[in-house]
């Protein structure tokens, strides 16, 4: 197993810049007024693809040897990380193959399509999917490309880290929407090794947190798949898992989870109070903190908005229960008489 180090995070910097935005990290005085301590967001659904997966995947396809780059890259994810592949090979000129169930709706396949990538569909499950991609790996010689459970897919989400760092020196709390952990392993790595005292908070969705469970159980643990609100969470961390589980072990000094209404409130407050969309994974961490769930939180604490994917039908429902607009009819934007 290999060490993942801070010079590895830079090399990823230096790496990605031509790929990857540095996102802008903003005061929240709403936040900051609600909590009393001072709050920022680093603002990674402006990232180019909506969410901060196109660093690591930047990093990785750009780590190719010259042979691997020919013969292209598979994987077998439908939501951030697929996008974020999909788009990198095609900005390098390579072949890009998403092995995706036969149950994922054809407007996901299409959003795959537009971005380049060659759609394959086999199974019934993500599962039998992820077998299909291991086969055509092998006969085609193409690179699988992880998630999050790879060196180079965390040092490139670590860059963040590294922002962070630069622009709130004085930082001492960092709250990172968590899954399988390649996003809180980097951000982690890059900020313990300048400054060990500061904490990391990883926040999960209370009806399958997969990390939080592995955390307890001390090794990696399968759960009942569930929906949530924050889609880009959901899924295990591998029971093979070798690099992030025992980075979030030695690292993340607290998990907090939040229930699905936490969730939707996060949402809507980023829309209405802050004028940001983003998507439910990227919420967990307003969710916490509206729910006054911030005792784990410094006096300076920077809280990682993670993306922007939400479907804005979804949005609409919450805005509108919010409003207290009880289906939204015909003549909802029809100037009143
Ligand atoms: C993937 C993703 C996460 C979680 O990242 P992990 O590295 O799996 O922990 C959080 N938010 C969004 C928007 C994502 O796409």
Same mark, same amino acid.
């Given at each position: ?148 459970? +790879?060196? #180079?897919?965390? *040092?490139?989400? &670590?860059? $963040? @880290? %590294?922002?962070?760092?630069?622009? =709130? !020196?004085? /930082? ?54 569930? +929906?949530? #609100?924050?889609? *880009?969470?959901? &899924?295990? $961390? @591998? %029971?093979?898992?070798?690099?992030? =589980? !025992?980075? /979030? ?64 039908? $979804? ?23």
């Amino acid at each position: 197993m290999k060490d993942i180090t801070l010079k590895d995070i830079f090399e990823a910097r230096g790496r990605i810049a031509s790929i990857a935005l540095k996102t802008p990290l903003m005061l929240s005085e709403v936040l900051s007024e609600r909590t009393g301590k001072d709050i920022y967001l680093k603002l990674e659904n402006l990232q180019t693809t909506g969410s901060f997966k196109v660093r690591g995947a930047a990093n990785a396809l750009l780590s190719l040897s010259p042979d691997q780059k020919k013969r292209g890259v598979i994987t077998f994810s439908t939501g951030n990380h697929g996008r974020a592949v999909a788009f990198v090979a095609r900005s390098l000129g390579l072949r890009a193959v998403i092995c995706l169930s036969n149950r994922v709706p054809q407007y996901r396949l299409d959003a795959m399509r537009k971005l380049g990538a060659e759609v394959v569909q086999h199974g019934e499950s993500q599962d039998e999917a992820y077998d299909h991609a291991l086969e055509l790996q092998q006969e085609q010689g193409l690179t699988m490309i992880q998630a999050f459970d +790879d060196p #180079l897919i965390i *040092a490139g989400q &670590g860059t $963040i @880290g %590294l922002e962070i760092l630069e622009d =709130f !020196p004085r /930082v001492d709390t960092v709250v990172v929407p968590l899954s399988g952990g390649g996003l809180i392993a980097g951000i982690a790595l890059a900020m313990k090794t300048a400054d060990p005292k500061v904490r990391v908070v990883g926040v999960s969705m209370e009806v399958a947190p997969a990390m939080y469970h592995s955390i307890q159980a001390a090794k990696p643990v399968e759960i009942e798949e569930k +929906d949530s #609100l924050a889609d *880009a969470l959901l &899924g295990g $961390i @591998g %029971l093979d898992n070798q690099y992030t =589980f !025992p980075l /979030v072990q030695k690292l993340v000094d607290d998990i907090i989870l939040v229930t699905e209404d936490e969730i939707a409130d996060g949402i809507f407050f980023a829309f209405e109070q802050q004028r940001l969309v983003i998507e439910g994974a990227a919420a967990v961490g307003v969710a916490m903190l509206i729910g006054g769930k911030d005792n784990a939180i410094g006096r300076h604490t920077a809280v990682v908005l993670s993306g922007s994917n939400v479907d804005t039908a $979804i949005l609409s429902r919450i805005a509108a229960k919010r409003y207290g607009i009880s289906g939204i009819g015909d003549d909802f934007h029809r100037p009143k008489r």
